[in-house]
């Protein structure tokens, strides 16, 4: 039950734009802000298709990337793989029910390519009631994205391992244990 007919329309859209990334295409921008206002509108509700879509998206631009190049191209691509994982973390906060603001600060790092070890994530971090589904979906396609976000600051990985490492037991951080191991 985790592919309903959302998920596999945002499933599509992130292979489109996975795709689409091979060539800078500008249409990429506009398939991931639907993506995120849709991920966002469903609160309570899983979209496990968007999530691993955004991990196979990363991956696809990631793959764009050589080793800190600075060509325009290669840029564009990595600054949309920070803001596809932004968009997960953020999706990971909405399952929290506090929504702490630091989790968003480490959202908007993330999105900026910002490294910084001044993270004060929350000690304590309460999963809302209905959302243990969505968060596991969550956690397995950050995992994914273990790798992308090494290349981009050991730093933020480190930022969201802990931030994994504070979810209580039963939510779904177990799914992490093998890329933290791999990555780190």
Known sequence: DMFETEDVKLLCLCMVAAKLTQTTDTRVVELLDSLEKSIELNTFKSCFGGY????IFVQSAVRKIRSHSSDPSEEWCREQARRSISILVKALNNCTVSEDESILELASYIAAGKSSE????PAEITVKDGAAQKLSGV???LSHCFHALAGVSTDLLKG??????ELPWGSGKGFATYATYKTM
């Open 160 to 165: 969201v391992v802990s931030l994994i490492h």
């Open 118 to 121: 001044t993270f004060s994530l």
């Open 139 to 141: 956690i397995i396609a």
């Open 52 to 55: 691993l879509g955004l991990a």
